[in-house]
């Protein structure tokens, strides 16, 4: 049942209305920036911003496009947090739409906080540190992983891509707003991970220490880089321990993504009572 309070859809039938142009030019990075906030396309993803108190600016949805009519709830969940809802006609949600199969749902949402001074960490924390990761599609699954093993926080060192990415929105499957975040240079991460006592522990091929041999039982942080540079010197030099992950095949580097969730369920199983 809707919220009496709640308004009514708008419908939109143009692809040329300007607010479908301005939706479409929040893909651009700066635009996202510039306005403070993300693109949340995906029943599934929306649904986990929601639990987890997000409240969209704005909610587009088709439902010639839903794969069940029991979604349709979700509309009146929304109009309730007193959000503005469209109603799209299927031309113009797939105009509007970033992927290429949309399932009727996207969402105008306040972007995460990024800030590494505001980031809130536990007393014995568990973090991941990705450097200059490019592809969002990695970084997503990162925040994937680091969801599922309950790591604290994923701070992007030297970043690349911005957290507000739609493609990280959709590979991190809406877990960017379940894991804290933040983006900062090498040169502001590494002291404040010193601050609060929290070992650094480098992924790299040149060492002999497996990354089984480490113990990640205190405070730490598991640092990964690219896969065609690793990590720079920067935090090599700084770190308090070097792993490896054993590799008998022919290439010499896992995805980046792969390699910290490797790492990071070592962490986990250490770390379970």
């Not at 010197?233 to 308090?240: G, H, Q």
Request: charged content about 20%.
């Amino acid at each position: 049942m809707s919220d009496p309070q709640s308004r009514p859809p708008l419908e939109l039938t143009s692809t040329s209305n300007p607010r479908i142009k301005a939706l479409i030019g929040l893909r651009r990075r700066r635009a996202r920036e510039q306005a403070g906030v993300s693109l949340v396309e995906g029943y599934e993803e929306l649904v986990l911003a929601l639990d987890a108190g997000v409240v969209p600016q704005s909610l587009y949805y088709c439902p010639a496009l839903m794969s069940t009519s029991d979604q349709l709830d979700t509309v009146d969940r929304v109009s309730a947090l007193g959000t503005t809802v469209f109603r799209l006609s299927r031309p113009v949600f797939e105009k509007a739409a970033y992927r290429e199969s949309p399932d009727g749902w996207l969402a105008v949402v306040p972007a995460v906080p990024t800030g590494l001074a505001e980031l809130r960490i536990a007393a014995n924390p568990l973090l991941l540190v990705g450097e200059a990761v490019e592809k969002p599609g990695n970084l997503g699954a990162m925040l994937r992983t680091a969801d599922a093993v309950g790591v604290d926080a994923v701070i992007a060192s030297q970043p690349v891509t911005d957290w507000g990415n739609p493609n990280v929105v959709r590979a991190s499957k809406g877990t960017i707003f379940t894991v804290p975040v933040a983006s900062a240079p090498t040169a502001e991460v590494l002291p404040w991970l010193r601050d609060r006592a929290v070992s650094v522990v480098a992924a790299t091929p040149d060492t002999d220490t497996e990354y089984t041999d480490v113990d990640f039982t205190g405070p730490t942080a598991v640092v990964v880089g690219t896969e065609k540079h690793g990590l720079t010197d920067e935090w090599l030099d700084r770190a308090d321990a070097r792993v490896r992950i054993p590799m008998l095949g022919r290439v010499n580097s896992l995805n980046v993504a792969t390699s910290a969730a490797i790492i990071l369920y070592e962490a986990l199983r250490q770390r379970r009572p």
